[in-house]
Structure formats: C-alpha cells, structure tokens
C-alpha cells in the first residue's frame, strides 16, 4: 500500500492544503495588526532569521538590508511612525502623507544624497503633519544644471512639519549646496533643536508660509541663516546663529519675531530688515560682534527693545530715514556707533526713547539720542561667560537691556562649544528662563488663569494697565506667555483667555479686550461676557439716542448706541468702556485709558 503512486487529484488536492496553510501564515498575522490599530513600521536595526519572520516581515527586513526607505513610508499607513534602521540611506525620498520618520541614533542614521532634487521632499497638499527627528541629512547637487527647480536639502511645501533633534550638513561648496531647508506655498514649519553648518542659505521661509525656529545652531553659512520673504510670519527664539559671510537674519516683506538669540560674529549684519518693507519685533537678544547689529531699509516697522548691541565694527543700528524703528532700553555698549540714520529717503517715524551707551566711538550720527538716556557702564556680572545680568545701578534700576539674561548662559555655552558636533543636542536639557523661575505663587505668572480676572474700567488688571508708559508687548508677554497670535500692535490671546490687546504707535498697551472665552468680570457692576444688553444698560446708563450707520467703527460719541443689522455698540466715555453686542449678548468689551 506505501508503494502505489497518488493519482493526479490526489495530488492538486495536496497542492491545495499547502498553498491554503501559506496563505493563512501570511495573512493572519496581517489581520491581527489592523484590528489592533498599530500603524507603525517600526524596523529593528538587527539581522533576524528568514525562519522566524513572517513573509510581510521579511520584505521590511529585506528593505532595510537595502536602504530602500522610500518604500517603507509607502507602506506605512497615515499617522504612522517609521523608525528608520541604523546606517547609509543615498536615495531620495519623497513624503506625500501624515508620518513621522524618525532615526534610530541622529549620529547613525544618515541620509547622504547626491541629487538635483531634495535628499527629503515633503508636500502633503495640506493634510496631516509631518515629523522628521533624529535624523542626519548631508545633501548636494548632482550637476550645476541651471534648471534645477528645488536645490535644497529638505524641501517643503504645502505642509504642516515638524523638525527637530536632526544635524543638515552641506556635501559641497555654497554651489553645490545651496539651501538647506526651504518652506513654500501654504506651509507651517516649525525646527527645533537641529544644528545647521555651512550652506549658502541656510532656513528660507518663501512667500505665504508660516513657523518658527528655536533652540537651533546655525553656523558658518554663507550668505544668511534665516529668511522670511513677503506675506510670510516667522518667530525665531533661542538660537545661536554664528559665523555668517554676510547676514544672521534676514526678513523682506514678512512679519518677524526675534527674542531670546544670541547672533554674534556676523560678517556684515546680525539682522537684515529689507529689502522689502518688513515688520515686527527684535527683543531681549544679544547682538555681539557683527559689523552691523541691526540694519533697516525701505519702510520697515519694528519695536527694537531691550537688547544688548555690542562691539559692531560699524554700527549697533543703521537704519533709513524711512524706516519706522522704535528704539527704547537697549544697551549699546563698545560700536564703532551706536547707531546711525541714512537720509537716503522720504521721512519715516524712526523714535528712539531712552537708551544706554557706554564706550561707543559715537553713540548717535545723524540721528538724536534723548535727553534721557543713561551714560554709564551697564555692570554686566560676567560677560566673558555669557552673564549678562546687571549689578545695581542707574541701567538696572531703570530696566535697560536684557529682561531675561539666565538663558543666555546657555546660549554662550553652545557658542563656545560650537565645533562640537553634540551641540546644541548636548544642551537641550539645560534651556532655562528667569520668566520659568518667576513663575511661583507669589507673581504673576501663565499658570495664573486670567480668563477668569477682575477688570478695573478704564485701567485693567494685575498690573496690566492701558496708558501705563511701561506697559508695552514685553510686559505683557512676560504675564501671560507666548501669544496665540502677534502683529506689530497687536498680541492675541482670544484662544487662550479670551483676550487680546493693542498697542498705540508710541508702544504703549491703548486697549484691552475681552471676548468669548473670557469668564471675568467688571469691578463694581460685576458686568461679563455672559450678561445681556439690558444688564449693561442698567450698570452703566441707558442710550442717549440710537442711530443705523453703515460703519460701525467711525462714529464714538457717548451713550450713543449706534446699529447695523444685528450688531450693535454703545461707548461710555465716563467709564472708558465700549460695548459691542451680537443681538441681546455681548460679544467683546473694550476697555482704554481715562481722558
């Protein structure tokens, strides 16, 4: 009987035993991972045993072994995070979708490429967010084709990305490799902790995007480190940008936040504002040893406050006449000049307020320093070792220069250590801010909920104060954080308290406004958010005259309650108070300083 051969049937019926049995090795565990949800593809940096891997198992291990990525982000599904094995990845890669690609060792997990495109090209047509970390990405241009449409190491477009704890490190020359990392269309990108060496242009911000960079080190480019172009808004805080050919910063044509930096050894400029008209914010920096620290062109509008400008081989501040700077509490201390005006164009309203100066050449060419201002040595602790917190005296009494020097001991750290290829990552745990140590039960600090505070008309609250000529956009950052959202006279916190607040053109808090979302209340009538046009009407006085207009912004006489459509206000001159309502219910509170 063992010796009669198996007819045919037998046979395919056999066949078909074995290949079902395969078939439902393969898939079951397949099945198993999408009921439990996993999405990651998560590759181990290790040679496992053909036998003991799954046949789906086996295609990843099989990719790794050839450094075929591209393939492993194709199969990862949206939200997924693949963790990229240890070793040498020279292909391009391409991100259409929400993943995070994340290395296994920065230092080990190298994408090394050679091409007329980016090493990493993300554009996810506005969906999802992309993260890379701890990544090394080294890139040039494969040939010195004029045609090449996007010459960057990471390119980024129409996307919401993350990127941080990863090195950028140019292949080639300044030719060769010429941006590092470019933004365009409607993107957010947001780089932390990441360490920049060389490139020609390091971190472009093209027309329309949005983002930040912070707690980077930029280092020994070519031409700038940071650039924001037309249309687009852009915070830099707490970066060391070093050993530029030409410019640290540079902003034409956006909105520019700068706080907390230390730009130091620029060749030409710390902060370039122009071409293009530009606007925003330059505050609490130390800008040290550039050839110029500050430089405005065309009809550029920034607040340039509490700064250290420092040891400028031409000028801590050069600016056009038509630009509109306002510079007030900086310490100007051993420039060529401390600043000067160029009367190249039309007047603008440059306006300096009080300043301190000590061991310039000249502190003011062609432009007047006020009566006012300090001559006197600041009294840095230790400069040499990046303290530059003040000793008693006229500049700290007055709250000149830095509000916040702790960070900055860090800051130099990193500066001094910038050879050192750990660095910034080495000194990422150590970020620390005098506002964090301020922030205990006995002073106001974010972890206070002011959604919920009391308001004294006509002047506001917890030293918050509309007319105080101290109360300015650093003030009121230092109380309440970081915005949701800033223009040049304006910070918003409707998100987080149901507040925001405008300044007037000398930089002084003119408003503050409480919209939904704020739960406080009026000192005295206990009027809010929640009570009704008749309440209002009762605490404060009934309308003299009601009158329809078209603009509602145009007309301010007292007890006029003025109407369009369903929307209406009421101003009370007496109490500095406007009311505007959306039918019964009041929808925003403005309260201004007393007449």
């Known amino acids: ?5 198996i007819s045919k049937s037998s046979k395919l019926e056999m066949l078909g035993t074995i290949v079902t049995i395969i078939i439902a090795a393969v898939l079951l565990p397949m099945v198993k991972a999408e009921k439990s949800g996993k999405t990651d593809v998560h590759v181990e940096a290790r040679r496992a045993k053909a036998v003991d ?3 789906e198992q086996k295609k990843i291990a099989r990719l790794a072994k050839v450094g075929d990525v591209q393939q492993l982000i194709d199969s990862a599904l949206p939200g997924a995070t693949v963790i990229v094995p240890k070793g040498l990845y020279t292909n391009p890669v391409r991100i259409s979708k929400s993943v995070t690609l994340k290395g296994k060792s920065r230092i080990d997990c190298i994408f090394e490429v050679t091409a007329n495109e980016p090493a990493i090209s993300i554009d996810t047509k506005g969906k999802g967010l992309v993260t890379l970390e701890d990544l090394t990405i080294k890139w040039q241009l494969a040939t010195s084709d004029k045609n090449t449409e996007r010459p960057f190491a990471l390119g980024v477009k129409d996307s919401k990305t993350n990127v941080k704890n990863c090195s950028f490190v140019p292949l080639g020359d300044f030719r060769r490799s010429p941006v590092a990392v470019r933004a365009e269309g409607f993107s957010q990108l ?6 920049f060496e060389g490139f020609e242009y390091v971190i472009c911000y093209g027309p329309g995007t949005k983002g930040k960079t912070e707690n980077c080190l930029i280092l020994d480019c070519g031409h700038q480190g940071v650039i924001n172009y037309s249309g687009s808004t852009l915070r830099i805080e707490r970066n060391v940008i070093t050993g530029s050919r030409y410019h640290a910063i540079r902003s034409t044509g956006g909105n520019l936040y700068v706080q907390d930096n230390l730009i130091i050894n620029n060749a030409n400029r710390g902060l370039y504002l122009g071409n293009k008209s530009a606007r925003g914010t330059i505050t609490n920096n130390v800008i040290m040893g550039n050839g110029t620290g500050i430089g405005g062109f065309a009809r550029s509008r920034f607040e340039v406050r509490n700064n250290i ?12 006449q038509s630009c509109s700077l306002r510079i007030q509490d900086n310490i100007f201390i051993g420039n060529e000049r401390g600043w000067i005006m160029f009367e190249k164009s039309d007047k603008g309203g440059n306006t300096v307020y009080r ?4 061991q310039n050449k000249v502190d003011a060419e062609n ?16 400069p040499e070792n990046g303290n530059f917190s003040l000793r008693p005296g006229p500049v700290k009494e007055h709250n000149q220069g830095l509000t916040d020097s702790q960070i900055f001991k860090t800051l130099w750290k990193i500066w001094k250590n910038r050879k050192d290829k750990n660095e910034p990552f080495a000194s990422k745990t150590e970020w620390h801010s005098e506002r964090n140590d301020a922030r205990t039960e006995d002073s106001p600090n974010k ?24 109360c300015r956009k650093e003030f009121v950052r230092s109380k309440l954080g970081t915005p949701d959202e800033e223009m040049d006279r304006w910070l918003s916190y409707k998100q987080t308290f149901g ?11 003119s408003e503050i406004r409480l919209n939904p979302g704020f739960r406080g209340q009026m000192i005295g009538t206990g009027i809010s958010l929640a009570s009704s046009k008749r309440e209002v009407f009762v605490a404060y006085g009934e309308p003299l005259e009601e009158k329809e207009i078209d603009d509602l912004h145009r007309k301010n006489h007292h007890r006029v309650l003025y109407k369009k459509e369903n929307i209406s206000r009421i101003y009370y001159e007496d109490t500095s108070l406007i009311f505007w309502f959306n039918g019964d219910r009041i929808n925003q509170i403005v309260t201004f300083p007393k007449q």
Not at 355 to 358: H, I, K, Q, S
Request: aromatic share 14%.
């Open 499 to 509: 507040l925001d607040f405008w300044f007037g053109n000398n930089g002084v808090l």
């Open 309 to 320: 400008l420092a040891n400028s081989s031409y000028a801590g501040i050069g600016m056009y």
């Open 190 to 195: 947001d780089i932390g902790s990441c360490r």
């Open 1 to 5: 009987m063992l010796n009669r051969p």
């Open 367 to 382: 432009f007047k320093k006020t009566a006012n201002s300090i001559e006197t040595d600041p009294g840095f602790v230790d």
């Open 53 to 55: 891997l799954p046949l």
């Open 447 to 470: 972890k206070i909920d002011y959604s919920a505070a009391t308001v004294k008309e006509g002047i506001g609250f917890d030293d918050i104060a509309v007319g105080n000529p101290d």
């Open 355 to 358: 300043n301190t100066f000590w």
